[in-house]
């Protein structure tokens, strides 16, 4: 059987995220097993897994890509909607926009220190939209 729900979330700051209790909170009960699937309808934010216990990890994971993706650039053709955007577009991309997770038990079987990540890339990206999935 498959699932499936569409929500937004509310607008966040540029940054990275945790947001595994606003998919929680959006998908109901879980199955004894199966699995999650997240998609971002966006293309300038994306999701990943990582740390959820310390939020200096956060704080490092934005440093880092803006550091190896810098704003501004002179090659940078697409520019009209900002200086923000031609690298929220490849650092999404670098992240991706999807995410699964296995369902044991009826909880995500995730790692003790894993949490889901909303990746924002911009500094006024608005509400994203998410897609759950669970195949079951």
């Not at 995220?17 to 309808?41: A, S």
């Amino acid at each position: 059987m498959i699932q499936q729900v569409e929500f937004s979330l509310p607008q966040y700051s540029r940054g990275f995220h945790i947001i595994t209790n606003k998919v929680l909170d959006n998908i109901g009960e879980l199955p004894e097993k199966g699995v999650l699937h997240v998609f971002i309808k966006h293309t300038s934010a994306g999701l990943t897994i990582n740390e959820n216990a310390d939020p200096t990890v956060l704080h490092d994971f934005e440093s880092s890509f803006n550091h190896i993706v810098k704003e501004n650039e002179p090659f940078y053709k697409h520019t009209y909607e900002g200086s923000d955007d031609m690298p929220a577009h490849i650092k999404s991309s670098f992240v991706g926009s999807s995410v699964s997770i296995p369902i044991t038990n009826y909880r995500l079987n995730l790692g003790t220190w894993q949490g889901i990540y909303l990746c924002e890339f911009r500094n006024n990206g608005g509400r994203r939209n998410l897609i759950l999935t669970i195949n079951y």
